[in-house]
């Protein structure tokens, strides 16, 4: 397993990452309109952009395959104050989940927040994402529950954060 900086290259592969585990993780969550609009077409032409404007890593199995990916940076919404950062996204395909990948894929986000001077951090789950206890396990707090449109339905979006993602690494450790 190798954790790296993703390249423009590797749009495709996380494009592939993402769509597939949005299919397996949202189904009967998600309306099937939304989630037959995501093709791996369009997410690359969007992962192509963001790979060269935001910290995205990607793991790769043994083969050299992407397997998963994360990315993130400075909070967006504007919305909590408390928290600086923000880890935008955490995908890692069925298969290869529950094996400690999604730590290893925090950590160089972490580690480009603290570059940043960014020491807090939050994410947005929706609410009926099972994978959300990962990040309780993680030691996030709850921080608000939103709600969220997505093709006409309205869902829960459920806000961790962390006030001190130092405090993160230790944590991880022992996790």
Do not use: C
Request: aromatic fraction near 10%; hydrophobic fraction near 35%.
């Amino acid at each position: 397993m190798k954790i790296r900086r993703a390249a423009v290259k590797d749009a495709e592969s996380v494009a592939i990452v993402q769509v597939d585990t949005w299919l397996s993780t949202y189904e009967h969550i998600v309306p099937d309109d939304y989630l037959s609009s995501m093709t791996y077409e369009n997410r690359t032409q969007k992962w192509k952009r963001l790979i060269k404007e935001q910290a995205v890593y990607v793991a790769e199995d043994n083969e050299g395959d992407i397997i998963g990916f994360s990315n993130g940076g400075q909070e967006r919404s504007g919305n909590y104050p408390d928290y600086e950062g923000e880890l935008y996204a955490l995908y890692v395909v069925k298969e290869h989940q529950r094996k400690g990948l999604g730590k290893q894929l925090i950590k160089p986000i972490i580690q480009e927040l603290n570059k940043m001077n960014i020491q807090s951090m939050l994410v947005l789950v929706l609410a009926d994402n099972e994978s959300r206890v990962f990040y309780e396990k993680l030691g996030a707090e709850k921080i608000n529950t939103k709600e969220i449109e997505v093709s006409g339905k309205t869902l829960d979006e459920v806000v961790y954060g962390w006030k001190d993602i130092r405090g993160l690494l230790k944590h991880m450790k022992n996790y």
